[in-house]
């Protein structure tokens, strides 16, 4: 059941759920959450399949998700820290406008096929070990250090820690929020170029489950909404218990509609231990 090949492809199929995870633990270690993944992922696999751009190169399509991933991201900062708008509210209504969007210009129907350069660059390996799941990796080690050793890092612990001691202190809370959901906005891009990659197709439905997922892989991996505690691995690691479980269920011939299930269970075991966790903490 652990063969290195067969974990090595369900390790692979969430990555893009491992990328947008990172972006997750950004915001909530800055009490915040961020649910406007789910859209951001659409829109982007839509403008990639589509002919909205006939004849772009890979280099354009990176961009324009990076872009897309950062603006969103900048304004959910803005309407959190500027507004004191609800980060829930905020970010699960662009989701949704987002949706809507790409359902209106798609007229319900998948819009396309996805370049193949796309597919095979997503089904590379570095020895053994797929691409994808390099780069997640890195990206994990680039977040860990960004965290751990830059001056915003310190930001963000403080923010969570307590955010008026922080303000008194000098930081610059508003800042740092905005900007903590800026970067988890441009990793909600990259995540949707690996995602649609990952599919290799248009779709009206991609990604729309991944938001809630990544809020139970973080709550799982030790970063506790609304205290600013944890790491960056332990979310990897909820991560990775995803695709084990993945690959448990497919050995046992678990059908979707039971790993749907199973997925609810885990989202729901999540959100006890986010309320054992804080009643702890009063």
């Known amino acids: 059941m652990l063969n290195v090949n067969v974990m090595g492809i369900f390790i692979r199929q969430v990555v893009p759920l491992g990328i947008l995870v990172l972006g997750q633990l950004l915001v909530m270690k800055v009490r915040s959450i961020d649910l406007s993944g789910g859209g951001v992922i659409l829109l982007v696999n839509y403008f990639i399949s589509s002919s909205t751009f006939p004849g772009a190169h890979l280099s354009f399509f990176v961009v324009l998700a990076i872009v ?71 990206i994990a080690l680039l977040m860990w250090l960004f965290l751990s050793r830059a001056v915003f890092g310190r930001f963000v612990t403080a923010v969570g820690e307590n955010a008026e001691a922080a303000y008194f202190s000098g930081v610059p809370v508003q800042r740092t929020v905005i900007l903590a959901h800026t970067i988890a906005g441009l990793i909600a891009g990259i995540a949707a170029l690996v995602q649609t990659a990952s599919i290799s197709v248009g779709s009206v439905r991609v990604g729309l489950d991944l938001p809630i997922l990544a809020v139970a892989a973080t709550i799982l991996g030790g970063v506790t909404f609304g205290r600013g505690d944890g790491g960056v691995w332990g979310p990897i690691f909820g991560v990775l218990s995803f695709a084990l479980l993945f690959v448990v269920m497919t050995v046992f011939g678990i059908p979707e509609p039971g790993k749907q299930i199973a997925q609810g269970v885990i989202i729901l075991l999540a959100a006890v231990l986010y309320g054992v966790r804080t009643a702890k903490a009063v």
């Open 68 to 138: 897309i991933g950062t603006l969103v991201g900048l304004f959910n900062g803005w309407m959190v820290a500027k507004r004191r708008v609800s980060a829930v509210i905020v970010t699960l209504a662009v989701s949704i406008i987002l949706i809507g969007v790409v359902q209106f210009f798609a007229g319900g129907s998948p819009p396309g096929d996805v370049p193949a350069y796309f597919g095979e660059i997503y089904n590379t390996r570095l020895g053994s070990v797929p691409t994808p799941v390099v780069f997640w990796f890195g």
